[in-house]
């Protein structure tokens, strides 16, 4: 299957108006930056300001900010400062409909100030200094932080069992991504499989925002067993996982390279090949995902190859320890913006998205890994522990953890008490 254009098909032709009728003046388009040689001179006044000065709104369909601005009666050379105060803070492409704005003109109608609401906690605010010249500064609304705590079981989905539950998307991103190196969230949870997870939850003026940290996480399945990890963030070094006995819940290599996405064909040395229709072995795994899910490097490593690759499509492999281990990634629709060859990459950072290129037969990642040379089955290898807790460190480890540990035996114990 092609890959879809990159630029969406234009439109038909609208029908024409009726000669009666006026024509409506263009809309203007959805996402405009701030460019004053893009702005008329001088837009008409659409909004008179309140009693206090100020013209408010909020972000409509089709909505820009240069058409904000200039419809208080701002001219172009106001939104031509504005753009430039603004460059360090934000791009003023990225506004999204339903944020609040405020505006108010000084006496002289130039632009005395502007506010605008990015998130429930933060904003812009751009004011004129003591020189006159326009300063643009984030503003962020003190949260307060508590914990609280989520216990679920899975019925259809990990993502549904916890939204479900009061969790969010985010909120199940964090849960993969602790993890990672245990579980493989495509093939391993079946129904009945429990979770219980400790997170920190930021509230504002006694409402929830969002959700924050994972203190503490365990997943009792039927495939995985039980896996449970206590997030440890020492006075004197950086927040890590661990398991309760101290050791890393990070290993060398992920147990997949996406984050959400289903196993559609694994590793075959015998498989019909869907394509060529003859015997043609599969030596890999594949994965079926959305053409543009973000691919992760599944080891820290080196490229050594980025480009098409005949069959494979779009490729990228790395090369990890002395190079006799290497990753493969193939059928990519496009790269990661910033990456060469030669280029050294973190475990998870993104190299590409998902695809169809190549001798494809849909949008999918085929996932391989080569050993000495040889292609094996990427769930025989066995992936190194990263260093856990060291010996002088693990009294303070079980000291600092203690409560967090006692509290998922108390949840799951809870969850399983008959009424």
């Keep these: 299957a092609e890959e879809p254009p990159d630029r969406p098909?234009?439109?038909?032709?609208?029908?024409?108006?009726?000669?009666?009728?006026?024509?409506?003046?263009?809309?203007?388009?959805?996402?405009?930056?701030?460019?004053?040689?893009?702005?008329e001179p001088r837009a008409p006044v659409t909004r008179t300001p309140t009693d206090d000065g100020w013209h408010r709104g909020e972000v409509t369909t089709g909505q820009s900010l240069s058409t904000i601005v200039t419809s208080t009666g701002l001219r172009a050379k106001d939104v031509a400062e504005l753009a430039a105060a603004l460059q360090p803070i934000m791009d003023p492409s990225t506004l999204r409909v339903g944020q609040s704005w405020g505006i108010?003109?000084?006496?002289?109608?130039?632009?005395?100030?502007?506010?605008?609401?990015?998130?429930?906690?933060?904003?812009?605010?751009?004011?004129?200094?003591?020189?006159?010249?326009?300063?643009?500064?984030?503003?962020?609304?003190?949260?307060?932080?508590?914990?609280?705590?989520?216990?679920?079981?899975?019925?259809?989905?990990?993502?549904?069992?916890?939204?479900?539950?009061?969790?969010d998307a985010a909120l199940v991103a964090a849960l993969v991504d602790v993890f990672a190196s245990d579980v493989d969230f495509y093939t391993d949870p079946r129904r009945g499989d429990r979770v219980a997870l400790l997170v920190e939850r930021h509230r504002l003026a006694g409402e929830h925002v969002r959700f924050g940290d994972i203190l503490a996480a365990e997943y009792r399945g039927e495939v995985v067993g039980n896996v449970a990890g206590l997030r440890w963030d020492p006075a004197d070094g950086e927040a890590a996982w661990y398991t309760p006995q101290g050791k890393s819940l990070d290993r060398t290599l992920l147990k997949s390279p996406l984050k959400y996405a289903r196993m559609s064909s694994g590793f075959d040395p015998k498989r019909m090949h869907p394509v060529l229709h003859r015997v043609k072995g599969h030596f890999g795994v594949d994965y079926a995902a959305p053409v543009g899910t973000p691919v992760w490097a599944a080891a820290a490593g080196e490229i050594v190859f980025r480009g098409a690759r005949g069959a494979a499509g779009n490729m990228v492999v790395l090369a990890h320890d002395d190079g006799s281990f290497q990753t493969v990634y193939m059928h990519l629709s496009r790269f990661a913006d910033g990456h060469r060859v030669g280029m050294r990459v973190a475990q998870k950072s993104v190299i590409g998205y998902v695809g169809s290129t190549g001798r494809s037969t849909g949008p999918h990642l085929h996932f391989g890994v080569k050993r000495g040379g040889r292609w094996v089955d990427p769930s025989s290898v066995r992936a190194i522990e990263r260093p856990g807790v060291g010996a002088r460190r693990l009294a303070a480890f079980t000291r600092d953890t203690k409560a967090a540990r006692d509290r998922l035996s108390e949840l799951f114990d809870r969850d399983a008490a008959p009424p």
Excluded at 11 to 23: L, V
Excluded at 137 to 146: F, G, K, N, S
């Design 104 to 167: 108010r003109l000084g006496e002289d109608g130039r632009l005395a100030e502007l506010e605008l609401r990015r998130s429930v906690t933060a904003r812009v605010r751009v004011v004129r200094d003591a020189s006159g010249r326009l300063v643009a500064a984030t503003e962020e609304a003190q949260t307060t932080i508590e914990q609280t705590e989520l216990v679920v079981t899975i019925d259809s989905s990990l993502s549904d069992a916890i939204t479900d539950s009061g969790g």
């Design 9 to 39: 098909q234009e439109p038909p032709d609208r029908p024409q108006e009726p000669p009666d009728r006026p024509q409506e003046p263009a809309r203007p388009d959805p996402v405009v930056a701030l460019d004053s040689s893009a702005v």
